[in-house]
Antibody
Framework: QITLKESGPTLVKPTQTLTLTCTFS??????????VGWIRQPPGKALEWLAL???????RYSPSLKSRLTITKDTSKNQVVLTMTNMDPVDTATYYC????????????WGQGTLVTVSS | AIWMTQSPSLLSASTGDRVTISCRMS??????LAWYQQKPGKAPELLIY???TLQSGVPSRFSGSGSGTDFTLTISCLQSEDFATYYC?????????FGQGTKLEIK
């Protein structure tokens, strides 16, 4: 049974760095073909893919946010961490992590999401 | 990047109706398309992948079709639990992209 859960601050100030952790169970990021992605959703708006990391440490980023994003994994802890620098109020959103059905790229299991508000 | 046009953005229907949602790509993506359902306050759930393959546990009233640039999600007989927002997603190439969503509401 695959589960994922996001954790991190609910409120960050403009210009600060956001660090979100995805803790998962039911699979291992050391297994060939496995990946974990991050997707966000501003209130009332559509989903936006942010980043993805694979079992072999291959990393992919949204071009529009690439300069601000870093995705890493800790296989021993079953965690994936996303950092986003220079936060702005427009980054207010629910952030989801999700299991990637590799070698394909659809997200078959999702965390519950965590709402991050950017405000001074 | 591959751009997606999902339509309609709002769809009003009644229980028992048959409805279709369209997703059109800016370039061909073979069958690398997924459909998700999202209910208020909840994470999206995968309905269909590879354009037409039903995810395990998804009712058979959901179906997907299409390839290349034009795709369709069909719900054959709407149930009360189907009123939600639906998104398409292409995974043919990075950056992965989602459609703008279709909110299916009760007429």
């Amino acid at each position: 049974q695959i589960t994922l859960k996001e954790s991190g601050p609910t409120l960050v100030k403009p210009t600060q760095t956001l660090t979100l952790t995805c803790t998962f169970s039911g699979f291992s990021l050391s297994t060939s073909g496995v990946g974990v992605g991050w997707i966000r959703q501003p209130p009332g708006k559509a989903l936006e893919w942010l980043a993805l990391i694979y079992w072999n440490d291959d990393k992919r980023y949204s071009p529009s946010l690439k300069s601000r994003l870093t995705i890493t994994k800790d296989t021993s802890k079953n965690q994936v961490v996303l950092t986003m620098t220079n936060m702005d109020p427009v980054d207010t959103a629910t952030y989801y992590c999700a299991h990637v059905a590799a070698p394909w790229g659809y997200f078959d299991y999702w965390g519950q999401g965590t709402l991050v508000t950017v405000s001074s | 990047a591959i751009w997606m046009t999902q339509s309609p953005s709002l769809l009003s229907a009644s229980t028992g109706d048959r409805v279709t949602i369209s997703c059109r790509m800016s370039q061909g993506i073979s069958s690398y398309l997924a459909w998700y359902q999202q209910k208020p306050g909840k994470a999206p759930e995968l309905l269909i992948y590879a354009a037409s393959t039903l995810q395990s546990g998804v009712p058979s009233r959901f179906s997907g079709s299409g390839s290349g640039t034009d795709f369709t999600l069909t719900i054959s007989c709407l149930q009360s639990e189907d009123f939600a927002t639906y998104y398409c997603q292409q995974y043919y190439s990075f950056p992965y992209t989602f459609g703008q969503g279709t909110k299916l509401e009760i007429k």
